[in-house]
């Protein structure tokens, strides 16, 4: 019998999983699988960790959820009771924060390749603007002045787990370098903007303090010389997300007091030492809020030994989670009704997909696996749905929530019709 470390909401009751107090193998028979299944109580602890590790050392600061990570309402909704902001980066996410109940001052908008029209449904909506380029500025401020803009700023140092998620750097495409941002903010504040605010966000899956050291000290360098050379006053000052969590068994959270101790503290002398007032810090996490406050639950359909390997079949696929496919991501797996099995064998745990990329996990040590076995993907409420398609026609998956000790459908599950909207039968066959 093997006794495995779980983190909250993970539980082992007597061999099965129970998440936040549910017995997995419930849910999946209620409402059957794949399923995602979040938990609101997570979700708001983790919220509350990170803004206490912050205020402790900087009274002025905001946390915008960067919506991209998770979508659903009610993620949204628990996130603007717990006093959350909102960073967006479409007018879909925009879309579904005002569903959510965000009023405009709220929400942020941090889009990359911006069209004119989103521009004008932004400014019309009196939502703030992060652009992320001077082609950007120039455009949005043809077609109205805003009252506040920020400026998005390549700080020349990026982090992140995976090429595809360092957001700064030489390599990068977001942001303005320091000449041209000097240049941005004069040609903004000429053009009679009154209230400014100043952005970075180096990469996302960041489990070191280090890269946001340097990062921010170089954002502070260049906020100094815009307030000195342009003569404008911050109202906030940018950070990003990218906060990571830990996936693989040796991975280390996130040293959060380091953080607040090296990050928020440099912040805050360094805004005095510059003369910069008290702008508002605010920081854009999306994976350190949801990330652990969802699983993926997943029936295995077959078990297939070859010469070379022994696969198991289960009904996820990269159509339900992505980051394994995309990013060789590695997400913890456990068989849900056989948490005390030792782990035995050595499985490449594979999707519906017509692909041979089509992995959940590779080389992945698993208890003994039969058809009918329940599988859970931890850590998959970041970018898991939110990134999930209906490639090879499969409809999207449903998600529940534990909310009061009960489970609740949060999203239907999609059915076959839904592969045949919007599409029209034109003419002859
Ligand atoms: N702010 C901005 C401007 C961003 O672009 C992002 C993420 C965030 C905040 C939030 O980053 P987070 O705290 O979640 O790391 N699909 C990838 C992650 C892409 C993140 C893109 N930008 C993944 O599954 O790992």
């Known amino acids: 019998m093997v006794k495995r470390k779980l983190r909250e909401p993970l539980e082992d009751r007597k061999g099965t999983l129970y998440f936040d107090g549910i017995s997995t193998t419930e849910l999946a028979k209620t409402y059957d699988t794949p399923l995602y299944v979040l ?17 402790n050392n900087y009274k002025y600061v905001r946390i915008y959820y960067a919506a991209k990570a998770n979508t ?35 929400i942020l908008f941090t889009g990359t390749s911006v069209r004119n029209d989103e521009l004008k449904m932004l400014s019309n909506a009196n939502i703030t603007i992060n652009v992320d380029s001077q082609s950007e500025m120039d455009r949005l ?33 977001f942001g303005l370098w320091e000449e041209e941002v000097i240049q941005a903010y004069a040609i903004a504040q000429r053009a009679r903007v009154e209230r400014f605010g100043i952005h970075m966000h180096i990469g996302s899956g960041i489990l070191e303090v280090e890269p946001y050291v340097l990062a921010v000290e170089k954002l502070l360098s260049i906020a100094k010389r815009v ?25 280390k959270d996130l040293d959060l007091a380091e953080f607040s101790s090296k990050v ?6 360094k805004v005095k030492e510059y003369g910069l007032g008290k702008p508002y810090l605010f920081v854009e996490p999306g994976r350190y809020l949801v990330c652990d406050a969802s699983i993926l639950l997943t029936a295995v359909n077959s078990v297939k030994v070859t010469p070379g390997r022994k696969f198991v079949g289960v009904d996820a696929g990269f159509n339900t989670l992505v980051r394994p496919t995309m990013y060789g991501s590695y997400h913890p797996i456990l068989v849900a009704n056989k948490l005390t099995a030792a782990d035995k064998e050595t499985y ?40 999930s398609s209906q490639y090879n026609s499969r ?35």
Do not use: W
């Open 264 to 269: 928020v503290s440099m912040f805050k002398n």
């Open 39 to 55: 938990s609101e109580k997570r979700i708001r602890d983790n919220y509350n960790r990170l803004y206490s590790a912050i205020v």
């Open 72 to 106: 659903n309402l009610n993620v949204l909704r628990i996130l603007h009771s717990q006093g959350a902001y909102l960073d967006t980066v479409s007018p879909g996410e925009v879309f579904l924060a005002l569903s959510a109940g965000f009023t405009p001052d709220r």
């Open 348 to 387: 490449d745990v594979a999707g519906p997909v017509c692909e041979s990329g089509d992995l959940l996990a590779k080389e992945r040590k698993l208890p003994e696996i039969a058809e009918g076995d329940l599988l859970a993907v931890l850590n998959a409420g970041a970018y898991g749905f939110s990134m």
């Open 141 to 173: 401020l043809k077609i109205s002045v805003p009252q506040i803009l920020s400026v998005r700023v390549n700080p020349e140092v990026g982090a992140g787990h995976h090429s595809h998620c360092i957001t700064a750097g030489p390599e990068s495409k």
């Open 227 to 251: 307030h000195e050379e342009v003569g404008i006053n911050f109202e906030f000052i940018d950070i990003g997300g990218g906060f990571g969590v830990p996936y693989k068994p040796e991975d």
């Open 395 to 429: 409809p999207r998956a449903a998600e529940v929530m534990i909310r009061g000790g009960k489970a609740v459908i949060v999203r239907e599950r999609e059915q076959l019709k839904d592969l045949v909207t919007n599409q029209k039968i034109q003419g002859e066959s």
